[in-house]
């Protein structure tokens, strides 16, 4: 699949209010698979399908950061047959979409904890970070093997050690301190957080960053995401009135 924008710039609408930051909880293909009388293999498959879409559109309308949620630290309690599935597809789609990647300007970062993961692993997020570090346009955030209470614990015990060494006074640990220890330390919080699959919760996903997020949720499934329903979340953003703990004026 191509990354160029589905239709002419010129075509595209013009929003006032854009998101710099969309976090997506791709959720619901194990339930499309069902629907579809297929294994749950398949939902997965079609999911990356609808990422490359995701990503397709992102670049389309010059979002600065997309962060999807592809792999929680829960999911490690899934059946092997499952897991090892969805880390061949993760495998291949680095393999097969970097150079693109490369050619739209895209660059990767794996957000998540990296102790005891396999070396094979270790090395497919070395091979997308490394090759696209040099990328200046759209940064995709990987979550993968990520938590955000998990986030939060490693920021603070990141902290802690700091004090303890004597780098850092306790009085100084305010929430700048802990932003900077975060995965996502350097980069704007989510403007926008959508989910699909009709659910709507966190699941665990960007606890910090999420505090002032407007949040969409949407029933279709994820293997069903494309460029209609994008531009439908990005119609509800526009018309959010974001007061970040303050008035309206």
């Not at 880390?87 to 904890?113: C, E, P, Q, T, Y």
Request: aromatic letters at 10%; proline letters at 4%; a negative charge.
């Amino acid at each position: 699949m191509s990354y160029e924008p589905a239709i002419e710039s010129s075509d595209a609408p013009a929003y006032a209010v854009l998101p710099r930051h969309i976090g997506v909880i791709m959720d619901g293909n194990g339930r499309w698979a069902s629907v579809q009388g297929k294994p749950r293999n398949e939902g997965h498959r079609a999911g990356v399908e609808a990422l490359r879409r995701l990503v397709a559109c992102a670049v389309e309308f010059d979002i600065e950061y997309l962060t999807i949620f592809s792999f929680s630290s829960e999911n490690w309690t899934r059946p092997q047959d499952e897991i090892n599935a969805i880390l061949g597809l993760m495998k291949r789609f680095v393999a097969s979409d970097i150079s693109k990647f490369v050619a739209h300007n895209v660059r990767v970062r794996i957000l998540g904890r990296r102790e005891g993961l396999s070396k094979a692993i270790l090395q497919m997020i070395e091979q997308a970070e490394s090759r696209t570090a040099h990328c200046t346009g759209l940064q995709l955030n990987v979550a993968f093997n990520y938590g955000g209470r998990q986030e939060i614990t490693d920021a603070v015990r990141a902290l802690a050690q700091d004090v303890a060494a004597g780098k850092l006074q306790p009085d100084e640990v305010d929430e700048t301190a802990i932003a900077q220890k975060l995965y996502t330390a350097n980069m704007p919080d989510p403007d926008l957080i959508f989910r699909s699959s009709g659910e709507e919760r966190l699941s665990n996903f960007l606890l910090w960053q999420a505090a002032y997020a407007e949040f969409v949720f949407f029933d279709e499934y994820w293997p069903e995401f494309n460029r209609d329903i994008f531009m439908r979340t990005l119609d509800e953003f526009a018309g959010r009135k974001r007061r970040f703990g303050g008035v309206e004026t």
